[in-house]
């Protein structure tokens, strides 16, 4: 409509309105708790592909987790490759990992 064209900003909240899920320990239909279930890149828009661009890019070379997380990331795969090696054999420590989402879809 006339109203939602002229609006600087439009913004699409991302939550469920569905029944909850069958555990108690992630309630995704808490609409303080919202989900971004795709890229940040597919909610932004911008009429010039310069600035669509740059903030892209923007995002890519500079936006970084903390470095505290980081570093429990890099404890827990050291941890990852020496169950590898000393329960599954694989003296090089490689190992597969998959990421499951529950009750998002």
């Known amino acids: 409509n006339k109203q939602m064209q002229q609006e600087f900003i439009v913004h699409f909240p991302v939550v469920s309105d ?13 609409p303080n708790d919202p989900r971004l279930l795709v890229p940040f890149y597919a909610l932004l828009f911008f009429e010039d592909i310069h600035h669509d661009l740059w ?12 470095e505290k997380i ?30 499951v989402r529950r009750g998002d879809f």
Request: proline share 7%; net charge neutral.
């Open 18 to 30: 569905g029944p909850p899920p069958d555990n108690d320990d992630d309630d995704i239909t808490d």
């Open 55 to 66: 903030i892209k890019r923007f995002v890519r070379d500079r936006v970084r987790y903390p």
């Open 70 to 99: 980081q570093c429990a990331a890099a404890r827990i795969v050291v941890q990852l490759r020496e169950f590898a090696r000393t329960q599954h054999g694989q003296s090089d420590g490689k190992f597969h990992t998959m990421h």
